[in-house]
């Protein structure tokens, strides 16, 4: 019980290694000194100490004498490294930490911690600072880079042409379904709110698709533009069973009948074994109005939108792929 109570030091330790780069300097650089750690970061060596001394024992470093280094785990902390959760962790001390205190408010009235503490909903603060909507497209790249490792091995999107991307952010997970699907023909959009939408210009230039990946900005909730494909990666958790209702319903006004959408979420499995899905619905409970859902709560979503769920694909990741059709 203690571990658990004393949790959220452990992630602000965690948050301190990330956002000074210590597991930056460590994995591009080697080992080093405390001294010289503390020097390059800026950081007073004593307390930098105890903040490794804190964390070694729970493998994000290794010691050697006066030498410090990072462990495999700890290492995905560092801003290059190939699975990097640098901006994930910057994320969420800096914008769901504090909002977490009014947790307690959440379960007595039902309104997200984040309204109260930040006195309006999250994307809505999002969207007043361009360094922190910026932030959280980074995390969200982190995310899909990182936790989605492996779930699109060996899959073949349905077929059609033009391949919606709707809440897109960056368009990784667009990218990503393209090259992998090796047909020429087919052509993208990426689809977010125009604050967001110019994040996906250097990624789709960078991944040589500027040609067949088109950039819209708008907002999902009123319309969205008209494709064979829809995904909707990470979309729908964030959102109450009502406001999902109505980002369906714009994809339903826009789609001819047979248009296929793929829902790339998690699905809550029965039972009390530990899952990564699980823990992640405590997010949404205290800073948005969505939730993680089961299976057959996502069945029943999509009927009422008018879309029949073909089959639920499991990954290689903690997450699965819906796919649905329009009736």
């Given at each position: 019980?203690?571990?658990l109570?004393?949790?959220?030091q452990?992630?602000?330790?965690?948050?301190v290694?990330?956002?000074?780069?210590?597991a930056t300097?460590?994995e591009q650089?080697g080992?080093?000194?405390?001294a010289?750690?503390?020097t390059?970061?800026?950081a007073?060596p004593e307390a930098?100490?105890r903040?490794?001394r804190?964390?070694?024992?729970?493998?994000?470093?290794?010691?050697?004498?006066?030498?410090?280094?990072?462990?495999p785990i700890?290492?995905?902390?560092?801003?290059?490294?190939?699975q990097s959760?640098h901006?994930?962790?910057r994320?969420?001390?800096?914008?769901?930490?504090?909002?977490?205190?009014?947790?307690?408010?959440?379960v007595?009235s039902?309104?997200?911690?984040c309204?109260?503490?930040?006195?309006e909903?999250?994307?809505?603060?999002?969207?007043?600072?361009s360094?922190r909507?910026?932030?959280?497209?980074?995390?969200?790249?982190?995310?899909?880079?990182?936790l989605?490792?492996?779930?699109?091995?060996?899959?073949q999107?349905?077929?059609?042409?033009?391949?919606a991307?709707?809440?897109g952010?960056?368009?990784s997970?667009l990218?990503?379904l393209?090259?992998?699907?090796g047909?020429?023909?087919?052509?993208?959009?990426?689809?977010?709110?125009p604050?967001?939408?110019?994040?996906a210009?250097?990624s789709v230039?960078?991944a040589?698709?500027?040609?067949?990946?088109?950039r819209?900005g708008?907002d999902?909730?009123?319309?969205?533009?008209?494709a064979?494909i829809?995904?909707?990666g990470?979309?729908?958790?964030?959102?109450?069973?009502?406001?999902?209702?109505?980002?369906?319903?714009?994809?339903?006004?826009?789609?001819?009948?047979?248009?296929?959408v793929l829902?790339i979420?998690?699905?809550?499995p029965p039972?009390d074994?530990?899952?990564?899905i699980?823990?992640?619905?405590l997010t949404?409970?205290?800073?948005?109005?969505?939730?993680e859902r089961?299976?057959?709560e996502?069945?029943?979503l999509?009927a009422?939108?008018?879309?029949?769920?073909?089959?639920?694909?499991?990954?290689?990741s903690?997450?699965s792929?819906?796919e649905a059709?329009?009736?």
């Amino acid at each position: 019980m203690m571990q658990l109570m004393t949790g959220f030091q452990i992630s602000q330790a965690v948050y301190v290694v990330a956002k000074l780069g210590v597991a930056t300097i460590l994995e591009q650089d080697g080992p080093k000194t405390v001294a010289e750690l503390a020097t390059r970061t800026e950081a007073a060596p004593e307390a930098l100490a105890r903040i490794v001394r804190t964390l070694a024992p729970l493998g994000v470093f290794s010691t050697e004498g006066e030498l410090v280094s990072i462990t495999p785990i700890g290492a995905t902390l560092s801003e290059t490294h190939s699975q990097s959760l640098h901006a994930f962790a910057r994320l969420w001390m800096e914008t769901h930490y504090l909002p977490f205190s009014e947790l307690i408010h959440t379960v007595r009235s039902g309104e997200p911690a984040c309204n109260k503490y930040f006195g309006e909903p999250l994307f809505e603060w999002l969207a007043r600072d361009s360094e922190r909507e910026a932030l959280f497209s980074q995390a969200m790249a982190n995310l899909t880079s990182t936790l989605r490792t492996g779930m699109f091995d060996g899959y073949q999107l349905p077929p059609g042409r033009v391949v919606a991307d709707i809440g897109g952010s960056n368009g990784s997970v667009l990218i990503e379904l393209l090259h992998r699907d090796g047909d020429p023909t087919r052509r993208g959009i990426v689809f977010d709110r125009p604050t967001v939408i110019s994040n996906a210009e250097s990624s789709v230039a960078a991944a040589g698709l500027t040609d067949r990946i088109e950039r819209i900005g708008g907002d999902f909730f009123t319309a969205v533009p008209k494709a064979d494909i829809y995904v909707l990666g990470f979309i729908l958790h964030d959102w109450s069973d009502e406001e999902s209702r109505r980002i369906l319903a714009a994809i339903a006004s826009a789609a001819d009948k047979g248009a296929r959408v793929l829902l790339i979420e998690g699905v809550v499995p029965p039972g009390d074994e530990p899952h990564f899905i699980k823990a992640l619905d405590l997010t949404m409970l205290g800073m948005l109005t969505g939730k993680e859902r089961s299976e057959y709560e996502y069945r029943e979503l999509l009927a009422t939108a008018g879309f029949t769920l073909d089959r639920v694909v499991a990954t290689a990741s903690p997450f699965s792929i819906l796919e649905a059709t329009r009736d």
